[in-house]
Antibody
Framework: QVQLQESGPGLVKPSETLSLTCTVS????????WNWIRQSPGKGLEWIGD???????NYNPSLKSRVTISIDTSKTHFSLNLTSVTAADTAVYYC??????????WGQGTLVTVSS | SYVLTQPPSVSVAPGKTARITCGGN??????VHWYQQMPGQGPVLVIY???DRPSGTPERFSGSNSGNTATLTISRVEAGDEADFYC???????????FGGGTRLTVL
């Protein structure tokens, strides 16, 4: 059974870069699209972007200028960098695997707070 | 980009049937997927391809999609079904997934 686990700092200062890693276990990172999704407190789900195992990426236009997603297939993880963060970026960040248009496998989520 | 509209809340008495809608332009042309999010937890897929249930989803959960509305139906609602529910489709126009705003199901 595929499992995903987010890791990274829980607190980031305004204007700095948010960096998270998603470790994939129980299955190959090859094939599939690997995604980042976030949920601001009390709000709905917002898709951030994805990366195919080959390295091709696709980002939410509203975040595209600040987002980079990368993948390390040899180490079975992929990462999110979000630059110039503000309080509006405070959210629970999830990684998830996309297959046939839906997300069956999710990480447990990690709360990132942007505050000085 | 494609927009999905859900009612913010739905309330139902135990044992009754809850229907949660997801509206979108000609949504019947798309595959709709549904997620349940319990308080303090991450989303869990409960319906995919409009009406298919992953293993682990009770048979009380069913889905349909017609015209401009997809519907998640929960029969014989239990207190443990209280959660937020999100619909999701793939927007081929923008080539990315789109989520509805979510519906909070309250069991009275």
């Amino acid at each position: 059974q595929v499992q995903l686990q987010e890791s990274g700092p829980g607190l980031v200062k305004p204007s700095e870069t948010l960096s998270l890693t998603c470790t994939v276990s129980g299955g190959s990172i090859s094939s599939y699209y690997w995604n980042w999704i976030r949920q601001s407190p009390g709000k709905g789900l917002e898709w951030i972007g994805d990366i195919y195992y080959s390295g091709s990426t696709n980002y939410n236009p509203s975040l595209k200028s600040r987002v980079t997603i990368s993948i390390d297939t040899s180490k079975t993880h992929f990462s999110l960098n979000l630059t110039s963060v503000t309080a509006a970026d405070t959210a629970v960040y999830y990684c998830a695997r996309l297959a046939q248009g839906h997300f069956k496998h999710w990480g447990q989520g990690t709360l990132v707070t942007v505050s000085s | 980009s494609y927009v999905l509209t859900q009612p913010p809340s739905v309330s139902v008495a135990p044992g009754k049937t809850a229907r949660i809608t997801c509206g979108g332009n000609n949504i019947e042309s798309k595959s709709v997927h549904w997620y349940q999010q319990m308080p303090g937890q991450g989303p869990v897929l409960v319906i995919y391809y409009n009406k298919d249930r992953p293993s682990g989803t009770p048979e009380r959960f069913s889905g349909s999609n017609s015209g401009n509305t997809a519907t998640l139906t929960i029969s014989r609602v239990e207190a443990g079904d209280e959660a937020d529910f999100y619909c999701q489709v793939w927007d081929s126009g923008s080539d990315h997934p789109v989520f509805g705003g979510g519906t909070r199901l309250t069991v009275l």
